[in-house]
């Protein structure tokens, strides 16, 4: 495989990693779920959804009065093929809930500190998670009460 063909690779799967955390976080429920295979897998903490149709219904229940942070770092593409590739990414996540009123939120503490397993696959559509496993190494269970 040529270096562009690498890179074009590499970049499309960190495309995928960035646009993650921001449809999460900002509410784009279709567009998060999109970003996966038909087949794809979500994998995190007690959630498993094994298709895009669950990942898509399971984000429709996240209640509207949390708000997330998903901050991404370290970011390693590994590209196996011209079709496959996998990924670690590390994630730092803050959450806290919040109501209409709140006009300014202060910073809540770090909820999670992990990271991501990530497999991608080339679609029709450009390249998608085919899974992504969030493993959490430090986690603060006060906020998940």
Request: aromatic letters at 10%; hydrophobic letters at 40%; charged letters at 25%.
């Amino acid at each position: 495989m040529d270096f562009n063909t690498r890179m074009a690779i590499e970049h499309a799967c960190t495309r995928c990693v960035v646009d993650y955390t921001h449809k999460v976080d900002f509410g784009d429920f279709d567009g998060f779920a999109n970003l996966f295979a038909e087949d794809g897998v979500l994998s995190v903490g007690p959630i498993y959804l094994d298709s895009r149709a669950k990942i898509r219904e399971g984000m429709s229940q996240r209640p509207s009065e949390l708000l997330s942070r998903h901050v991404t770092s370290n970011i390693a593409i590994n590209v196996i093929d011209e079709e496959t590739a996998t990924g670690l990414v590390y994630l730092t996540l803050y959450r806290t809930m919040v109501s209409d009123n709140d006009d300014l939120t202060p910073v809540p503490p770090v909820a999670i500190v992990g990271h991501y397993k990530d497999k991608f696959t080339k679609t029709a559509d450009g390249w998608k998670f085919a899974e992504r496993v969030g493993v959490f190494d430090m986690i603060d269970a006060a906020q998940f009460a």
